[in-house]
């Protein structure tokens, strides 16, 4: 086959979930058919390149593509009143764009396009019918809103999530009819869109790379200590980290008073970097690897009351050989095997409780990482994923 990737934001940051699913899946997509990459970039994002964070797009595309754009704040403030936004926002880009994806169609004979980039690039590409197309939300963002606006206790944020919540509902049901396939990574997040509008779904969960997650015995573990990482700009790990340090983090200190917290992640904002003042917190901002400061805590603590779809630092906790302990909502994504080996909490005690079991076991702590890494193992490799995908992308070539 040969497929047309179309994904927005490019370049792939190896901190963003999305990018990190696409280059890997279509890393391993490539060692049997051809594949070519349409990257849309805002200009605003090139300050932020960091060649350690990147992925090589040349590695596994034949040929990139590359469509440079610069958003106005006004129109993408504007963007939470209508479905089709980028039409007011880009009047001249979707016909840009259109003369692009169909010279590299001719061009390169594509024979199916798949699209990543909510709610941007699919917007532009609905209405794009010569060939098949496939689109990837991997989560319902409506599905984050509606738990973000249930969460929330503050009337600002209330109508903010409450906006959000309208707009991604209006915009997924839209985008589930426009395309052939829709694909998340979860059933809870595709049985909530299929209530929205009907169409073809397709659940593919994430993998990870079991060579570069895995245990380093010369990093040496700093007890006690945990951890929590993600991207810490991002609203349901905001929460996370400040639910867990004003509820929980107190009744785990009472036991361990000299414990370290480390939150470990790009741009934080300014309620996060305060955590610094106490001293027993570490918070990183970005940095070049993770896996060494995970590799040296003690426990992965993952306290989500927000969000959708798979946390894949639960998977990356798990193949470092890590106990985790997390909410119900962080793992619902999960395979049952996963369950057997992860710490579910829901409340602050509970949360606290066993988190401090493990800290207090170091024979427990072992034990649950081995098991940890060898179920993620079993269940959760790229290229199990991929294949998923070929099978797709084969059905539909096979309807037309």
Not at 5 to 31: D, E, M, S, W
Not at 130 to 157: G, H, M, Q, W
Not at 223 to 239: A, L, R
Not at 347 to 366: D, H, I, Q, S
Request: aromatic residues 14%.
């Amino acid at each position: 086959m040969n497929i047309l990737v179309c994904f927005y934001p490019f370049p792939f940051y190896r901190t963003h979930g999305q990018a990190l699913r696409v280059y890997n899946v279509f890393k391993n997509i490539a060692k049997n058919h051809n594949v070519f990459l349409l990257g849309i970039s805002e200009n605003a994002l090139n300050k932020l390149e960091y060649n350690s964070l990147l992925f090589d797009a040349k590695d596994i595309f034949l040929k990139v593509f590359r469509l440079n754009i610069r958003r106005k704040r006004l129109l993408e403030i504007l963007s939470l009143i209508t479905t089709k936004y980028v039409n007011l926002e880009f009047p001249l880009l979707k016909i840009k764009l259109y003369k692009i994806v169909w010279q590299i169609i001719i061009k390169y004979k594509i024979d199916i396009i798949y699209v990543n980039g909510f709610p941007f690039i699919d917007l532009l590409l609905s209405d794009f019918t010569r060939i098949p197309k496939v689109l990837d939300l991997c989560d319902s963002r409506c599905l984050i809103f509606k738990r973000a606006l249930e969460n929330s206790s503050y009337t600002l944020d209330k109508i903010i999530f409450f906006l959000n919540y309208f707009r991604t509902k209006n915009t997924e049901k839209y985008l589930i009819k426009k395309y052939d396939a829709t694909i998340f990574i979860s059933h809870i997040d595709a049985s909530f869109s299929a209530n929205l509008a009907k169409g073809l779904f397709k659940i593919i969960p994430n993998g990870i790379d079991i060579e570069y997650f895995k245990p380093n015995i010369s990093i040496k573990e700093e007890f006690p200590s945990i951890i929590f990482f993600g991207t810490m700009s991002f609203k349901p790990n905001i929460d996370a980290v400040l639910y867990f340090y004003k509820e929980i983090f107190p009744k785990i200190r009472k036991e361990f008073p000299n414990i370290r917290f480390y939150v470990v992640g790009t741009s934080p904002i300014k309620e996060i970097l305060r955590l610094k003042e106490d001293r027993n917190v570490i918070v990183t901002g970005r940095v070049d690897d993770i896996r060494p400061f995970v590799l040296k805590t003690n426990v992965v603590v993952i306290p989500m009351r927000m969000g959708s779809g798979m946390k894949n630092k639960i998977l990356e906790g798990m193949a470092l050989q890590k106990p985790v302990v997390c909410t119900s909502l962080a793992m619902e994504a999960l395979e049952t095997k996963c369950k057997d080996v992860v710490f579910v909490a829901n409340t602050p005690n509970e949360f606290a409780e066993k988190t401090v079991m493990l800290l207090k076991n170091e024979k427990k702590r072992k034990e649950i990482g081995l098991k940890a890494r060898k179920v993620v193992k079993e269940f959760y490799s790229w290229e199990k994923s991929a294949e998923k995908y070929c099978k797709l992308f084969e059905m539909l070539l096979l309807k037309k």
